[in-house]
């Protein structure tokens, strides 16, 4: 666990103890010795079970800046959604997701939009950007 003052991960649980239906555990940074709690929610497994059948839990996984970086890598190397996903361990909906809002455009996509350009056909640049999300 990271050290919300300054972001060490040399942290180290000092106490423990059960709270109601969550365990409190007080944490300290070895780098900083700053201190603070946390708090893990006890659930038994009905709950569980509830939660998980409803989607109401999650577990997300952020993307990190090396990843967004190897997928715009990929993205531009042409591979497909599917294959970026099977190279990040990321599912097809999830890369097709950060890649929209990453604003990525394939650079080939891009190029004979170009070309339409310095050819004044502007009726098939507007359909080209159409296609590619871009209006």
């Given at each position: 666990?990271?050290?919300?003052?300054?972001?060490?991960?040399?942290?180290?649980?000092i106490?423990?103890?059960?709270?109601?239906?969550?365990?409190?555990?007080k944490?300290?940074?070895?780098?900083?010795?700053?201190?603070?709690?946390?708090?893990?929610?006890?659930?038994?497994?009905?709950?569980?079970?509830?939660?998980?059948?409803?989607?109401?839990?999650?577990?997300?996984?952020?993307?990190?800046?090396?990843?967004?970086?190897?997928?715009?890598?990929?993205?531009?190397?042409?591979?497909?959604?599917?294959?970026?996903?099977?190279?990040?361990?990321?599912?097809?909906?999830?890369?097709?997701?950060?890649?929209?809002?990453?604003?990525?455009?394939?650079?080939?996509?891009?190029?004979?939009?170009?070309?339409?350009?310095?050819?004044?056909?502007?009726t098939?640049?507007?359909?080209?950007?159409?296609?590619?999300?871009?209006?």
């Amino acid at each position: 666990m990271k050290c919300p003052n300054c972001n060490s991960n040399e942290t180290k649980i000092i106490d423990s103890r059960y709270v109601e239906s969550a365990k409190k555990r007080k944490r300290m940074c070895k780098s900083c010795e700053n201190k603070w709690d946390t708090y893990e929610l006890i659930l038994e497994k009905e709950q569980l079970e509830r939660l998980l059948k409803l989607g109401e839990y999650r577990n997300r996984r952020h993307w990190s800046e090396n990843e967004d970086d190897a997928l715009q890598f990929l993205f531009e190397e042409g591979l497909t959604t599917k294959e970026i996903g099977e190279e990040l361990g990321r599912t097809e909906e999830s890369v097709d997701k950060r890649i929209r809002r990453l604003g990525l455009r394939r650079k080939r996509e891009l190029r004979k939009l170009n070309i339409l350009l310095e050819n004044n056909e502007l009726t098939k640049v507007l359909e080209g950007l159409k296609k590619i999300g871009g209006l």
